[in-house]
């Protein structure tokens, strides 16, 4: 298991959309596990594998994460079957948008289908910050981070902030 560089915004990467796994086998086994390494050393309760830069379709979350026991959760080729129309407004972030947050409405509830660590297909009801985490990871596989719901505005005035942050790279 080995911790991982997340990538940020703005980067072409983050905009790939991940591909489908055949199979959950070692080597998506051990992507998993360093995706869990990487999302809880940098405190976050969910991470795409395209954030560590793997266009595959996994995600992992751990949404009771900073309040006890851990309770990873993986999910490998989601889809989203139902979306419930009422509606719910959380502050996001993300790990790829470092220290910038932002108002994002999306569906209250939804219906994921997907293979879990072992490879076996599940289905979850999620709601509340389950199903805002799930729907906000499974954008990343399609390259969309919470900044394209914001207005052209918020969203610039974002970019301009990761820039300046940016640390200077210098090669010796
Ligand atoms: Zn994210």
Redesign the pocket.
């Known amino acids: 298991m080995s911790i991982k560089t997340i990538i940020t915004e703005p980067n072409k990467i983050l905009r790939q959309i991940s591909q489908p796994v055949e199979k959950v086998g070692k080597e998506e086994k051990i992507l998993m596990d360093d995706m869990l390494d990487t999302m809880y050393a940098a405190n976050g309760i ?1 991470l ?1 594998a395209i ?1 560590i830069g793997v266009p595959k379709r996994i995600i992992v979350m751990d949404i009771t994460w900073g309040k006890g026991e851990k309770s990873p959760m993986y999910f490998v080729n989601p889809v989203i079957k139902h979306k419930d129309k009422v509606k719910s407004v959380y502050e996001e972030g ?4 470092p220290n910038q947050f932002a108002e994002v409405e999306r569906p209250k509830n939804c219906r994921v289908e997907y293979l879990d660590y072992e490879g076996k297909k599940k289905i979850l009801e999620a709601e509340g910050l389950l199903a805002t985490c799930i729907q ?2 499974m954008d ?1 596989l399609e390259g969309i ?2 900044i394209d719901y914001l207005s052209k505005l918020k969203k610039n005035m974002i970019i301009k902030k990761l820039l300046k942050n940016k640390p200077d790279r210098i090669v010796v």
């Open positions: 969910g795409a954030q993300c790990l790829s948008v906000h990871e990343h981070l919470f």
